[in-house]
């Protein structure tokens, strides 16, 4: 199991328990396949209630920068929801994942990522999130995200089902794929 740890250990502003927030990473860490003895660091600014979360890798260890919105409940301000919890954790740890993989090749930061590379590879990663029980995809609402980026054809909707049900692409084949279904809504 990876090593898990989170910041601040005891939450004054939101309704947040360190121990679970751990426990569900650990949990996520061991079903996307990270290395046992991989260090995670999960940071949680509770003073910032929109949602957002910044993965880093350093050595092979992970540091999660999340903000008190990206794990709180949408009906209960303040308060913790395990379920997006479980999907803010699930996506940068798959990520995280892919990045160590030799195999997945160099992927940009995910602040140099392009919007449709973005959504490709989102919705790789949600479709193995999906088959591995971390989360429940939604893939209707993920293909609608998947064709604002790369157009509205039956070739879009092709490579959206490629991306989903693929389990052990690189980022080039991400890359290579996105680039497809772009290219067809131009020519369509």
Same mark, same amino acid.
């Given at each position: ?35 046992? @003895?991989?260090?995670? !660091?999960? &940071?949680?600014?509770?003073?910032? %209630?929109? #949602?957002?979360?910044? =993965?880093?890798?350093? *050595? ?44 997945? @090749?160099?992927?940009? !930061?995910? &602040?140099?990522?392009?919007?449709? %590379?973005? #959504?490709?590879?989102? =919705?790789?990663?949600? *479709? ?61």
């Amino acid at each position: 199991m990876a090593q898990v740890t989170v910041t601040p250990e005891t939450f004054e502003l939101i309704a947040f328990d360190s121990t679970e927030i751990a426990r569900i990473a650990g949990e996520v860490a061991d079903a996307v396949g990270l290395e046992p @003895g991989v260090r995670v !660091e999960v &940071v949680v600014d509770e003073a910032m %209630l929109v #949602a957002r979360s910044v =993965t880093t890798l350093a *050595g092979g260890n992970i540091r999660i920068e999340a903000t008190g919105g990206a794990f709180e409940s949408l009906r209960q301000p303040r308060t913790f929801d395990e379920e997006r919890c479980r999907t803010v954790l699930g996506h940068t740890l798959m990520r995280a994942h892919d990045r160590l993989d030799p195999k997945f @090749g160099a992927a940009p !930061e995910d &602040v140099d990522l392009s919007v449709d %590379l973005e #959504a490709a590879w989102a =919705t790789y990663v949600e *479709g193995r999130l999906d088959r591995l029980g971390v989360v429940r995809g939604r893939p209707t609402r993920r293909v609608y995200q998947f064709r604002v980026r790369h157009g509205f054809s039956d070739v879009v909707d092709a490579v959206f089902d490629r991306l989903w049900s693929s389990t052990d692409l690189s980022f080039e084949d991400i890359s290579r794929l996105s680039a497809e279904a772009a290219g067809s809504a131009v020519s369509a």
